[in-house]
């Protein structure tokens, strides 16, 4: 018998270690965010398809009333950059990233800053399908991504970018999984701070993946976080619903966020440096009939009704805050 119960307590032993290795990961893998997040209303029975499938040259807005922050108000070219950390605990082999889109007036007081993203947005690859690629003239490759030079983006204390992250609550709502308070829609770009508890702030890491002539850091928010029981007409899902419980560590997470936001919003690549084994899913599109009658990957950005003044829209979205906030 002694062998028999050698052998049982070998699997017994090795289901513990299984079951401990799995609580770890789940702690150390697992980005909760920070607070209970607070979203902007996007209701809206009104939304504009936008053509994301070439170089990002040719977007202009429609209504003013699209413009919801008055940080951005004055901005027509934002520059998109990916934020990069890794998770505590993992040996910095696990990574959260997040999206920063910040306005170009961001930077006005620092025009050398301004200069270096210039010269690195030449280098980009302006659509997702054009990584990579010989020049004709000789030039460099174009590539999908820079890393911005720390010394540089250290620097820049003005609040007037939008910062996108995703991670996991318990919450069941739309988007509330991404937090949109102030602190996010108001965001300094030599922030160390995620929108995830666990991230390691110290490490970050910066890079610019593009320049958008019109899509806001906002746009992208509405255009992830359709909530259709507040849309009088029904709108496509932008790849997942984004909800604290809709978060996965491997196949629903932040990474798979930021990829939603570069590919499907802006048209760029959704590459990402280093990420491994966080970074595992490669996000489909949702199909959309541009008016041209051509199919389009891409995802759909509300536009605020057209009867309600800049006041009333800003009054309602406030109002939404404001009962989220009690709940």
Same mark, same amino acid.
């Given at each position: 018998h002694r062998p028999t119960m050698a052998k049982a307590t070998t699997v017994l032993l090795t289901i513990a270690v299984i079951l401990c290795l799995g609580v770890i990961a789940r702690h150390n893998l697992r980005g909760d965010i920070q607070k209970h997040p607070l979203r902007s209303s996007t209701s809206s029975s009104n939304y504009e398809l936008l053509d994301t499938t070439g170089p990002l040259t040719r977007l202009k807005i429609k209504n003013a009333a699209q413009q919801t922050s008055a940080n951005n108000s004055n901005d027509n070219e934002y520059f998109?950059?990916?934020?990069?950390?890794?998770?505590?605990?993992?040996?910095?082999?696990?990574?959260?990233?997040?999206?920063?889109?910040?306005?170009?007036?961001?930077?006005?007081?620092?025009?050398?800053?301004?200069?270096?993203?210039?010269?690195?947005?030449?280098?980009?690859?302006?659509?997702?399908?054009?990584?990579?690629?010989?020049?004709?003239?000789?030039?460099?490759?174009?590539?999908?991504?820079?890393?911005?030079?720390?010394?540089?983006?250290?620097?820049?204390?003005?609040?007037?970018?939008?910062? +996108?992250?995703?991670?996991?609550? #318990?919450?069941? $709502? %739309?988007?509330?999984?991404?937090?949109?308070g102030t602190d996010n829609t108001n965001y300094a770009l030599n922030s160390r701070q995620a929108v995830i508890g666990n991230a390691m702030g110290d490490a970050k890491q910066l890079y610019l993946y593009g320049v958008s002539d019109s899509i806001?850091?906002?746009?992208?928010?509405?255009?992830?976080?359709?909530d259709n029981k507040t849309t009088t007409a029904a709108m496509p899902t932008c790849v997942s619903h984004w909800a604290?419980?809709?978060?996965?560590? +491997?196949?629903?997470?932040?990474? #798979?966020?930021? $990829? %939603?936001i570069l590919k499907c919003v802006y048209g760029l690549s959704d590459d990402k440096p280093n990420l491994g084994i966080s970074d595992m899913v490669t996000v489909a599109c949702p199909m959309e009939k541009r008016d041209d009658g051509m199919d389009v990957p891409q995802c759909l950005i509300p536009v605020p009704p057209t009867s309600l003044s800049d006041e009333a829209a800003a009054a309602a979205a406030a109002d939404q805050l404001d009962m989220e906030q009690v709940e």
């Open positions: 998109v950059f990916l934020q990069k950390f890794p998770l505590q605990n993992t040996w910095q082999m696990i990574f959260h990233t997040e999206v920063v889109v910040c306005p170009r007036s961001t930077f006005d007081d620092d025009a050398n800053f301004l200069s270096t993203l210039d010269q690195m947005a030449k280098t980009l690859s302006s659509a997702q399908n054009n990584n990579n690629q010989d020049n004709n003239d000789g030039t460099t490759n174009k590539v999908s991504f820079l890393q911005v030079p720390e010394d540089q983006w250290i620097q820049q204390t003005n609040s007037k970018c939008v910062q +996108l992250g995703y991670g996991g609550a #318990t919450c069941p $709502s %739309t988007c509330c999984g991404s937090p949109h806001s850091g906002m746009d992208a928010y509405r255009a992830v976080c359709v604290g419980t809709d978060y996965n560590p +491997l196949t629903n997470n932040c990474n #798979t966020f930021t $990829s %939603t």
